[in-house]
């Protein structure tokens, strides 16, 4: 055997048909203990592709779903700042910088890609940092990095951010739409009609912020939260691990991902994000609407950063709501399934989305439309 | 439609087709064109035709180059349609500057590849274009072949079929990409670029009678199944274990988000054979060395019509779609 490590071990043992087997057989065994049926959210889109990828739902007992949460930070981006995308790529004099699952989502005008083939420069990256090497090599243009993500990519931008203000670079610019997790989590149970009866937390979320963000849940909501790795094992021992809460009658923040999650977090990258961004006012999510205090943004003493600030002219702030008959909202409470939805399918397709949950892979619709959902 | 051409509009997946359909069908159709095999098959069943062109970047890759690529690409789809590639065509735009050392070791690549076809370019075209105006070099090749066994079809495939792929998938595409993104844990990752003649012609001989061959090209695998599903108005169903995807393919789709089954092949092809000719055509595939991987993934059902179903090794199923969006671009 060969013990160096390679990229196999990414992925393998989390996959094992064997251990998913035998994790079904005990929360089959748990569930059977259950007096009421369990909902569970998976707040992270990442989870939710992973459950339907795997077709983990089709594995459940009957008395436990998944409800299928508002976790993927290109889907729940209102229209209006999808437009401050397209627009400011099309400014003559800019290129538009950004991370790769903005590229098809559409605003009122179209999406990036559409705005690339009427001559923008968009370019995508896997890492904010490419932004400096494109900003080099385009000195007489202004680079403006869109940034999207919850507070996993948050502390990239904010090293970006760093770098530009200690560089001294002059042609890179930013426009921030980072969102945080727990503030939608607050909103959806704030409905009395929401069916939520407890949580699989974030994974690479959760490695920077710590588990301590989700406290209050079991203590001022009564709702249980397991923060959970994205491989199938981890979403199956996740599922086990809340059942059991449930039926010995306990109700606390658990963490499955042990092997990168830590109550308190990457305090470093959380002081780094505090240095240069903080909370807005609020922020309008796609499919849930106004929540205070879900979204960052830069900070005063960096305002000559900001292009949301120096672009305000032409950036619109009026919102633009979704198809009336979209029902992303009930989903995202667990109210409805995507295929209750009356253009689930016909007129709201991953090519041609009508609401946010048909926007990437990682939104519920989406992944109902795009992996079935073969019971 | 978008009023104005998308990078993916040539991904090979849905919108590719949608483009193909609502402008090149619309304009000049016909019925050898609507039959969307790889090669069209003309003068009484007897020729294949096709032309395909090549715009890769970058055109020196781990297991091939742009001249390479280009002489399998076309040999390919002959090959598909059970034909032996005979004459070839080959036009060249070439960038102003391009370095001329590098045009001879793509001229090398053509001859060696054209060598084990049998094949012979007999006409040619050469454009030079302005800095800017192509990048580099690209490169289209037309071709006939020989039919040697007449009636391939992708039309044709029913529950009397099992699906067969050739080795192991994704090669070509994950290949680029990591190229491309000079990411160096998969060294040991070469594109799987190969002329397939060779090993078709062992299989026709050996007596095999193929339903349908694809090559995995644009779109992968995905992209061969759902379009058998919807030509042959069949359910595919994929036994996901079974799938041969090699370690470091895993690994890249791990890192940047794809499934092997949407990445580019060139050497790698589907085939769709009657249930009682599998086991003998597994046996000529694997005894050459392009198909030393060859497997059966899957069998014909009608459980969904004209969709490809994955059945995992959980006990779940899910579909699997043909690809949308930007792939990797300029793959080919
Ligand atoms: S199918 Fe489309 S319109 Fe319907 S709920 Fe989902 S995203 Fe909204």
Known sequence: ?????????????????????????????????????????????????????????????????????????????????????????????????????????????????????????????????????????NPKKKIIFFAIGFETTTPMTAALIKQVENLKIKNIFFHINHITVPEPMRALLADPACQIDGFIGPSHVSVITGSKIYEPFPAEYGKPVVVAGFEPVDVMQSVLMLVKQVNEGRCAVETEYTRSVTREGNTTAQNMIDHYLRKRSHFRWRGIGDIPESALELRPEFEHLDAEKIYADILPTESIDDHKLCICGDILKGLAKPNDCKVFGTACKPSSPLGSCMVSSEGACSAYYKYGNLL | MNQTIQLADGNGGEENNKLINAIFFEAYGNDILRKNEDAAVIEEGTLAFTTDSFTISPIFFSGGDIGKISICGTCNDLAMMGAKPTYLTCAVMIEEGFAMDDLKRITASIKTELAKNGAQIVSGDTKIVPKGSVDKIFINTSGVGKIAHKGISSNNISENDVIIVSGDIGRHGAAIFANREGIDISTTLQSDCASLWPVVEKLLSGGITPTAMRDATRGGVAAVLNEWSKQSKICIEIDEVTVPICDEVKGICELLGFEAYNLANEGTFVLAVKKDQAEQALHILRAHELGQNATIIGEVTQRYTERVVLRSEYGTSRFLDLPTGELLPRIC
């Open chain 1, 1 to 137: 055997m060969n013990d160096k490590l390679t990229d196999k071990d990414l992925f393998e043992g989390f996959r094992d048909p064997k251990v998913v087997g035998y994790l079904k057989e005990e929360i089959d065994k748990e569930a059977a203990k259950l007096d009421k049926p369990l909902r569970l959210m998976e707040v992270c889109g990442g989870h939710t592709h992973t459950i339907m990828k795997y077709g983990l739902n089709q594995i459940m007992p009957k008395n436990i779903t998944f409800i299928h949460g508002p976790g993927c930070p290109v889907c729940v981006m209102p229209k209006e700042r999808i437009d401050h995308a397209y627009i400011l790529s099309m400014q003559p004099d800019v290129i538009l910088v950004t991370l790769g699952d903005m590229i098809k989502v559409p605003g009122s005008n179209g999406s990036l890609q559409d705005a690339r083939s009427k001559g923008a420069d968009v370019r995508f990256v896997y890492s904010p940092m490419d932004t400096l090497g494109i900003a080099a090599d």
